[in-house]
């Protein structure tokens, strides 16, 4: 709204410049001598003007006859002897219908002076877009018009075919993983099918080839259980250097001795990683049970 007061007031003030007289080298071109109304078709405009002015088109006016400036698309300037030749490309649009015969004017300001110039009329034949014998009334809308084509019978057979493949998928998933978790944390048939060994030294031979630290360990229990027995001391809960010299107070060195040496032998073995050989270990073994006789 701004913009069109602005361009009416301009109008105006154009129209109160004084005339300038078209020379014969203005010239006004059309790139169409028809159109529909509001159809833009392109203009171009030649001005001849003094070196130093400035050209503009002034739309607006009566001159113009119901044909609107829609916009300069290029303005080249043409310096010869006689001045400068403007060439002004422009976008209009007629609203009247009929042979429109219009004459766009141009305002040519130097300085503080500006010159309102009317150019050579052109004529246009503007079509109108109605039929002659059209009703100027507001028509209803087409109704809608239905799509051939219609849902494939085979998509809900698929949906739920699909759907079954997917459970059967999900189920087959989780019976893996539940047989892989069974493997994984599951005992070993190996370990659970292996014997009891009993805390005795028969028990200590039938793992003294295969398990040398729990033979030896438990030779050593035995040993302790049945001097703790024998001599009412806390076997168990003393070292081979105490429990050796609370025997050879007692006064049985000699068997103080054996019982030292033995479970020296089975200090080495469980806490130092020492591994005799195997006629070693017997003889050991054999040692035990002279020490757990004799004690008995």
Same mark, same amino acid.
């Given at each position: 709204?701004?913009?069109?007061?602005?361009? +009416?007031?301009?109008?105006?003030?154009?129209?109160?410049?004084?005339?300038?007289?078209?020379?014969?080298?203005?010239?006004?071109?059309?790139?169409? $001598?028809? $159109?529909?109304?509001?159809?833009? !078709? =392109?203009?171009?405009?030649?001005?001849?003007?003094?070196?130093?002015?400035?050209?503009?088109?002034?739309?607006?006016?009566?001159?113009?006859?119901?044909?609107? %400036?829609?916009?300069?698309?290029?303005?080249?300037?043409?310096?010869?002897?006689?001045?400068?030749?403007?060439?002004?490309?422009?976008? #209009?649009?007629?609203?009247?219908?009929?042979? +429109?015969?219009?004459? /766009?004017?141009?305002?040519?300001?130097?300085? $503080?002076?500006? +010159?309102?110039?009317?150019?050579?009329?052109?004529?246009?034949?503007?079509?109108?877009?109605?039929?002659?014998?059209?009703?100027?009334?507001?028509? /209803?809308?087409?109704?809608?018009?239905?799509?051939?084509?219609?849902?494939?019978?085979?998509?809900? /057979?698929? !949906?739920?075919?699909?759907?079954?493949?997917?459970?059967?998928?999900?189920?087959?998933? #989780?019976?893996? #993983?539940?047989?892989?978790?069974?493997?994984?944390?599951?005992?070993?048939?190996?370990?659970?099918?292996?014997?009891? !060994?009993?805390?005795? =030294?028969?028990?200590?031979?039938? #793992?003294?080839? $295969?398990?040398? +630290?729990?033979?030896?360990?438990?030779?050593?229990?035995?040993?302790?259980?049945?001097?703790?027995?024998?001599?009412?001391?806390?076997?168990?809960? %003393?070292?081979?250097?105490?429990?050796?010299?609370?025997?050879?107070?007692?006064?049985?060195?000699?068997?103080?001795? =054996?019982?030292?040496?033995?479970?020296?032998?089975?200090?080495?073995?469980?806490?130092?990683?020492?591994?005799?050989?195997?006629?070693?270990?017997?003889?050991?073994?054999?040692?035990?049970?002279? !020490?757990?006789?004799?004690?008995?």
């Amino acid at each position: 709204m701004k913009r069109t007061a602005l361009l +009416v007031v301009a109008a105006m003030a154009l129209v109160a410049l004084p005339a300038r007289v078209s020379r014969a080298d203005d010239s006004v071109a059309l790139s169409q $001598s028809s $159109s529909l109304i509001g159809e833009h !078709i =392109l203009m171009e405009v030649r001005v001849r003007a003094p070196a130093g002015a400035t050209v503009e088109l002034t739309p607006g006016t009566a001159s113009w006859a119901g044909v609107e %400036l829609v916009g300069v698309d290029s303005v080249l300037q043409i310096p010869d002897a006689d001045g400068v030749l403007w060439l002004i490309e422009a976008r #209009i649009a007629p609203f009247l219908p009929g042979t +429109v015969e219009f004459a /766009p004017t141009v305002a040519v300001v130097q300085g $503080s002076d500006a +010159v309102n110039t009317s150019l050579p009329p052109v004529v246009l034949d503007v079509v109108p877009s109605l039929a002659p014998d059209a009703e100027l009334v507001l028509t /209803p809308l087409a109704p809608t018009v239905e799509i051939e084509g219609e849902e494939s019978p085979l998509l809900k /057979p698929a !949906i739920v075919v699909g759907l079954a493949l997917g459970a059967v998928l999900i189920a087959g998933l #989780i019976w893996l #993983i539940g047989r892989w978790m069974l493997r994984r944390f599951a005992k070993d048939p190996a370990i659970e099918a292996t014997p009891l !060994i009993p805390a005795t =030294l028969d028990g200590a031979e039938q #793992i003294l080839d $295969s398990d040398p +630290v729990g033979a030896y360990r438990l030779m050593s229990s035995v040993v302790k259980t049945e001097l703790a027995r024998r001599y009412g001391v806390r076997a168990t809960a %003393l070292t081979t250097t105490e429990l050796q010299r609370r025997l050879e107070t007692g006064g049985d060195r000699w068997q103080a001795r =054996l019982v030292g040496g033995l479970l020296q032998e089975c200090d080495s073995v469980i806490y130092a990683g020492y591994r005799p050989a195997t006629e070693r270990r017997y003889a050991d073994l054999t040692m035990a049970r002279e !020490i757990v006789d004799v004690a008995g």
